[in-house]
């Protein structure tokens, strides 16, 4: 995971630095550490799902490379996203099971670990150049015949 940032004042020296570089991983499955949760609300104009509540969830990748990517995923909730977010519990280990309502305990998901699958998106930046981004192809189940729960997604109080 990367190091926390530090803050400058308005009097700081600057550095010469180069801009770090962008890692995209190759598509596979990887794991994670939910970094963070932040609760939102998309803008009314956003096409689709404009003005409805979304997780913005970013996943600390796990891979054995220099600065390894922050994966951000919007979980919109919605009536056509109910699959994706509970796939996500699944993966981070709640139990999820099939025809059963749940509630989610969104409290609870930072720090949490899973595995995802990941994909790789082209997209042009801002100047026009060819860049390539990871997105999240799907949440990945705990692995068969682990416990419902991993062992270090467990704290002492684990109440989801």
Same mark, same amino acid.
Request: one cysteine or more; charged letters at 35%; aromatic letters at 8%.
């Given at each position: 995971?990367?190091?926390?940032?530090?803050?400058?004042?308005?009097?700081?020296?600057?550095?010469?630095?180069?801009?770090?570089?962008?890692?995209? @991983? $190759?598509?596979?499955?990887?794991?994670? +550490?939910?970094?963070? @949760?932040?609760?939102?609300?998309?803008?009314?104009?956003?096409?689709?799902?404009?003005?409805?509540?979304?997780?913005?969830?970013?996943?600390?990748?796990?891979?054995?490379?220099?600065?390894?990517?922050?994966?951000?995923?919007? @979980?919109?909730?919605?009536?056509?996203?109910?699959?994706?977010?509970?796939?996500?519990?699944?993966?981070? %280990?709640?139990?999820?099971?099939?025809?059963?309502?749940?509630?989610?305990?969104?409290?609870?998901?930072?720090?949490?670990?899973?595995?995802?699958?990941?994909?790789?998106?082209?997209?042009?930046?801002?100047?026009?150049?060819?860049?390539?981004?990871?997105? +999240?192809?799907?949440?990945?189940?705990?692995?068969? %015949?682990?416990?419902? +729960? $991993?062992?270090?997604?467990?704290?002492?109080?684990?109440?989801?």
């Amino acid at each position: 995971m990367s190091e926390k940032d530090e803050m400058l004042e308005w009097g700081s020296p600057l550095e010469d630095v180069p801009k770090p570089e962008n890692v995209t @991983l $190759p598509e596979g499955e990887y794991s994670f +550490v939910v970094a963070s @949760l932040e609760q939102d609300r998309w803008k009314p104009e956003v096409k689709e799902v404009g003005g409805l509540l979304y997780a913005k969830v970013k996943l600390a990748i796990q891979a054995d490379v220099e600065d390894p990517p922050t994966v951000t995923v919007n @979980l919109t909730l919605s009536k056509r996203n109910i699959w994706r977010i509970r796939k996500f519990f699944e993966c981070i %280990g709640h139990e999820v099971r099939k025809g059963e309502v749940f509630m989610p305990n969104w409290s609870k998901v930072e720090g949490r670990k899973g595995t995802a699958k990941l994909s790789v998106r082209k997209y042009k930046g801002r100047n026009g150049e060819e860049r390539t981004t990871n997105d +999240v192809a799907e949440f990945l189940p705990p692995k068969a %015949g682990a416990q419902d +729960v $991993p062992a270090d997604n467990k704290d002492d109080n684990d109440d989801w």
